[in-house]
């Protein structure tokens, strides 16, 4: 298959490259570009050449559908293409339009010339799977912006208009209209005016104090790269590119590159960027699925959740019709609405006009009927099985046919929800995050008898309003919660056995996490986790109670929202604070439950606490509630704060090693205070352990 198509236009001859959707450079990519030079190079006729892409994009980079296979690595490479067209004796000419990424950059920036739309897009955002421009970038592109510019474009792997670079040396001239037209003509200006060849390899690189630059931008990049490895080396790279003749600096680059390639964080946030794609992908729900339209949207619940979740919607431009059963609830509920809209006035985010825009998609409602002609309705209601059957009963008699009935749902069964109307199949979970406008994540939740246009109508959807959608089955928790139960239990039964919440959190926040566990279970409100404890007790009596934990709410310690928790608070500030009463309460409960408290160690911290994620994961994969163990990943990554370079519960399990795992689970299991089951692995766990194979 040719992916790049050859054609003349008088002495000019283009080759336009053709691999939807971004023009990934693929292997057949590849092979067209050479070609096309070669046959260039033969004719006579030809004079010059231009490389051109789509409206979309002139090229994304690397093909991400040849990572891991053969053709990724066969010639001829990246290398050999940028060889092939910097050596050429014809002047080539890059037109730059849509979406200029990566490899496509670097491919760019061997052409001699570059013209370009100053509204294209350009970016080299390697560093953000742990590695650095592998092509030549860091040579290059120091040489025609500067090095400051360049470091800053490659070390943050921002992406910017082309335009903001009009001035320097990287585009040679902007086209406003046709792209083709203006390259064209630019390509003949160059031959009739017998311009020079311009090889960006053979320009210095131009700076009064290098020295002095590079020492203050190591500091500034070393303070806020902490775990991650690349940025420094980037700056390294762009630094030969001073220090050394260009293809020595080239050789840094490479070493440097191979060197990100062998580390556990490049490792795992290449697997995230692969899983984040893997999520969209549902085995028994072709990709060709018919979708339904979703031209308006109702919420029920104007409180924190609901108005997140609306917020979401209206930024999408899709018409919100927002229930509440009292005017001052749903009033309130659109001031705040319109309150984070200012809000980001005062930063400059938005527009009042903007604003304005937005509030009008606004249609607030105290009446069901309000929603009858919406085409999806989300409940954001109390977590009550009560207060859900009698919305889902009244949903059921007011939407119209093939309306989607939607549960926010975090732990209740949906199969349940779903049972309450004559349309189980029109009943899907959507599951969204606190605050629900700003949280990646959305669980979309597959009931039993959830049809697969609704299961595609909203994974459809969750792109649309910029959410990473992860399926699950219907169990307890769903994926999320269902873990984290477990993460939270250890970290409260190691507050009974010794170990204060300041250590906790400060062992789990070392590891990576963004919060930690008590601290966490502070922000989401003690209530909550308290309600789903008190119901778990009632279906489960042999449970162990966590007294603790049980006890903090019983004094009404609910976390932020009262000021106190395992921590305390202080008006309008979000600090956790040590509080000697939490000390006392901890000491009591000890002494009523016979425990003699021991020391604990930080690595006995994280690793009870990340493996029991684990375990937990691995169930769900049994069960089928999760589809894949990227999928738990994603969940983690975007959802609870796991560290993003550690990939995910399961890839860290992964990279610790199954066997270890195992083997520190049956270390925990003889803890004279332990549950002895709770760290009895899941057959799945236990069995790629003995077959020394991974989840991923």
């Known amino acids: 298959m040719n992916n790049a198509h050859y054609e003349l236009h008088g002495g000019v001859a283009v080759i336009r490259l053709d691999n939807p959707p971004v023009n990934g450079l693929g292997h057949a990519l590849r092979q067209g570009i050479v070609s096309g030079i070669r046959k260039a190079e033969a004719d006579d006729n030809v004079k010059a050449v231009v490389i051109i892409g789509s409206d979309k994009a002139f090229s994304g980079g690397a093909d991400i559908k040849e990572f891991g296979t053969p053709k990724m690595l066969a010639e001829p490479t990246l290398h ?42 350009v970016a080299l955002p390697e560093v953000k799977l742990g590695l650095l421009p592998g092509a030549g970038g860091t040579q290059r592109l120091p040489r025609v912006v500067g090095i400051e510019a360049a470091l800053n474009l490659i070390v943050s792997g921002t992406t910017v208009p082309a335009g903001m670079f009009m001035g320097s040396q990287l585009f040679d001239e902007f086209v ?77 680059e490479r070493q440097l590159f191979a060197e990100l390639m062998q580390t556990p964080e490049s490792a795992s946030l290449r697997h995230a960027f692969f899983a984040d794609r893997a999520t969209s992908k549902i085995p028994d729900v072709a990709e060709d699925t018919p979708t339904r339209d979703i031209k308006s949207v109702g919420v029920i619940g104007a409180g924190t959740m609901g108005t997140g979740i609306s917020i979401n919607f209206l930024n999408a431009g899709i018409p919100v019709v927002l229930l509440e059963m009292k005017q001052e609830a749903l009033d309130r509920g659109v001031e705040n609405i319109r309150k984070g809209y200012e809000g980001r006035v005062k930063k400059g985010k938005m527009t009042e006009a903007e604003v304005k825009q937005r509030m009008e998609l606004v249609t607030p409602s105290l009446s069901y009927d309000g929603l009858k002609d919406v085409d999806l309705v989300i409940e954001a209601v109390f977590e009550d099985m009560g207060v859900k059957e009698q919305v889902f009963r009244t949903l059921d008699e007011t939407c119209k046919p093939g309306a989607i009935l939607a549960s926010n749902t975090s732990t209740l069964d949906l199969n349940r929800i779903a049972s309450f109307t004559k349309r189980p199949e029109d009943v899907i979970g959507l599951h969204f995050f606190s605050p629900a406008n700003v949280m990646r994540l959305l669980e979309v939740v597959r009931g039993d008898k959830t049809a697969k246009d609704v299961l595609a109508t909203a994974m459809k959807l969750a792109k649309k309003i910029k959410k990473t959608a992860v399926v699950s089955g219907v169990c307890d928790g769903f994926i999320g919660n269902r873990m984290i139960g477990r993460y939270q239990t250890q970290a409260m039964l190691m507050l009974e056995e010794g170990a204060s919440p ?93 425990i003699t408290p021991r020391r604990i160690s930080d690595q006995e ?92």
């Open 80 to 121: 050999s293409v940028i060889n092939m067209i910097e050596t050429t004796d014809k002047p080539v000419v890059a037109a730059v339009g849509g979406t200029c990424m990566g490899g496509g950059l670097e491919l760019a920036l061997a052409c001699h010339y570059r013209v370009a739309d100053p509204k294209a897009q």
């Open 176 to 252: 406003q209209e046709d792209l083709l037209e203006g390259a064209l003509a630019f390509a003949n200006k160059v031959v009739s005016e017998n311009m020079p060849l311009k090889r960006i390899r053979d320009m210095k690189v131009e700076h009064p104090k290098p020295e002095a630059f590079f020492m203050y931008a190591r500091n500034g990049i070393g303070a806020f790269a902490k775990n991650y490895p690349a940025p420094l080396k980037c700056l390294e790279a762009v630094k030969a590119s001073v220090d050394k003749k260009f293809d020595d600096g080239l050789k840094v």
């Open 502 to 594: 300041q250590q906790i959190d400060k062992a789990i926040e070392r590891f990576g996490f963004v919060m930690g566990p008590l601290r966490m279970a502070d922000l989401a409100g003690g209530d909550i986790g308290w309600a789903i404890r008190k119901r778990h007790y009632e279906e489960k009596p042999d449970m162990k109670r966590m007294i603790i934990a049980d006890r903090l709410c019983e004094m009404g310690r609910f976390g932020q929202k009262t000021g106190a928790g395992f921590y305390r608070y202080e008006p309008g500030r979000r600090d956790a604070l040590h509080d000697p009463e939490v000390d006392k309460v901890i000491e009591e409960c000890r002494k009523e439950a016979g």
């Open 605 to 696: 911290i994280v690793e009870r606490c990340v493996y029991a994620l684990v375990n937990e994961g691995a169930r769900l994969l049994e069960e089928g509630i999760a589809q894949r163990a990227s999928d738990i990943d994603m969940v983690y990554l975007t959802g609870y704060g796991f560290p993003v370079f550690r990939g995910g519960p399961m890839f860290y399990a992964d990279q610790v090693g199954l066997l270890n795992v195992m083997r520190s689970m049956e270390q925990f299991a003889r803890n004279p205070m332990a549950d002895s089951k709770f760290w009895e692995p899941a057959p799945l766990l236990a069995k790629l352990a003995e077959d020394g194979k991974t989840f991923n």
